[in-house]
């Protein structure tokens, strides 16, 4: 495992995450799906425990794709992880959470997007 691929990997999904709920993208619509107020929390151990996470599903995809995957294969595998396993495990949560579809479209979304984004990083360095 190429540990500076899972790095950029976790780096690109944290930005990625940091513009996909930012005011100017996702970020209004999520705090007005999530009741409005911001959840509290200091921001340095909510962008630690954030990049850690990241980190973590970064190694597991790095495991899944193997050491020299085909561009394509690396973006189908993100799309497979993102939408078949993530954003479809949310699904089941949100339904029984009774949270709304939007908000579910906005999480899912940014998911789909951060494990197309690592097949990217994976396929691009493989």
């Known amino acids: 495992m190429n540990i500076w691929i899972v790095l ?3 780096v690109s999904s944290f930005l990625l995450g940091g513009l996909w709920y930012s005011p100017a993208l996702f970020g209004k619509a999520w705090n007005r799906e999530n009741g409005g107020v911001p959840a509290a929390g200091h921001p340095v151990r909510v962008f630690g425990v954030s990049f850690g996470f990241a980190l973590v599903a970064a ?16 973006l189908r595998l993100g799309m497979l992880a993102g939408l078949g396993l993530v954003a479809a495990s949310f699904g089941i949560n949100y339904q029984f ?6 908000l579910w479209l906005i999480d899912a979304g940014y998911h789909a997007a951060q494990f197309l984004l690592f097949g990217l990083v994976f396929g691009l360095w493989g």
């Open 8 to 10: 950029l990997a976790a």
């Open 59 to 74: 190694v597991a995809f790095a495991m899944l794709v193997g050491p020299s995957p085909t561009l394509e294969a690396s």
């Open 97 to 102: 959470a009774q949270r709304t579809f939007r």
